[in-house]
């Protein structure tokens, strides 16, 4: 009898034992693979190379780049005619082990994959007049701002990824290159342009320069002609990653600006306002 009374509790008590222990694991295996954990290493010297050529294919079919330098988006018939094969594309670039790679491949791979997944949420709510309308949750923050970016919508190695894990949490901290900015596409008219090819690690550096100059020379980048000086919000919210100042922000841009631009900032020193248009970047009919 004597055994039968203790033999349960002491059964429970280690059930419950082995619950908290595996809970602990579980804890310290999640803590253990944080987003920026991924990246932590790079396969310096690796040849492998991640196959972009269905996103390089998409983008030459459904982006169009209009007289006034802004790269629009078809989006209905992009959700129409591939919005299945966008799906495949992620589906397999979710597949890719980050480590195996070197540094300018992995932020190909991260670049492709921030702009292709915040094409396929459009696609999901479209037709939308802008991406902050499109709600995902995340936190109580985005509960008031609105947008997808805080919410766990894809995932790397296993790892659930944001928007914002993907654009803040890796490539900005990692690559501490300002030019990343110009590399991400928020599916607005105010952001930099969703360029009209994949982004790859042997091409990146060319890239990255080309989307820097498309932006800096754009009036949605740096407008001389308004009344006063006005920049990109970006160059406001991120001033830190152009060097901290409102020179150093101008030295930036005055780097990638065409002759006649360069002219224009000819002995500036201030800038007056900044602004930044979330309107859907979506192709006019």
Request: some cysteine.
């Amino acid at each position: 009898m004597h055994t039968r009374v203790w033999a349960k509790p002491f059964r429970l008590a280690a059930w419950a034992g082995l619950v908290v222990l595996a809970l602990v694991i579980d804890a310290g295996a999640q803590q253990a693979r944080e987003p920026q954990d991924l990246f932590a290493t790079a396969a310096t010297g690796s040849t492998k190379r991640v196959d972009h050529s269905a996103w390089d294919r998409l983008l030459k079919t459904y982006v169009k780049v209009q007289p006034d330098g802004l790269n629009r988006v078809d989006y209905a018939a992009f959700k129409r005619n591939a919005h299945a094969a966008l799906k495949a594309y992620i589906r397999s670039l979710e597949a890719v082990d980050p480590a195996s790679l070197d540094r300018p491949e992995q932020c190909a791979l991260l670049a492709n994959l921030y702009n292709a997944k915040t094409v396929d949420i459009v696609l999901d709510h479209y037709p939308v007049r802008s991406i902050k309308d499109i709600a995902l949750g995340g936190d109580l923050l985005a509960v008031f701002s609105g947008g997808p970016w805080k919410a766990k919508v894809t995932r790397l190695a296993g790892v659930a990824l944001s928007l914002d894990d993907i654009e803040h949490g890796i490539l900005r901290p990692l690559f501490k290159d300002p030019r990343v900015h110009y590399a991400l596409n928020c599916a607005s008219v105010g952001c930099p342009n969703l360029a009209t090819e994949a982004f790859t690690g042997a091409r990146l550096g060319a890239q990255l320069d080309a989307a820097a100059r498309a932006y800096v020379n754009s009036k949605r980048g740096v407008d001389p002609e308004l009344d006063g000086l006005v920049l990109s919000s970006i160059y406001n919210w991120y001033q830190p990653d152009f060097g901290g100042s409102a020179k150093a922000v101008l030295d930036h841009v005055r780097r990638y600006a065409d002759p006649p631009l360069r002219a224009a900032l000819e002995g500036t020193t201030a800038i007056d306002d900044y602004t930044y248009d979330w309107t859907l970047n979506d192709i006019r009919r």
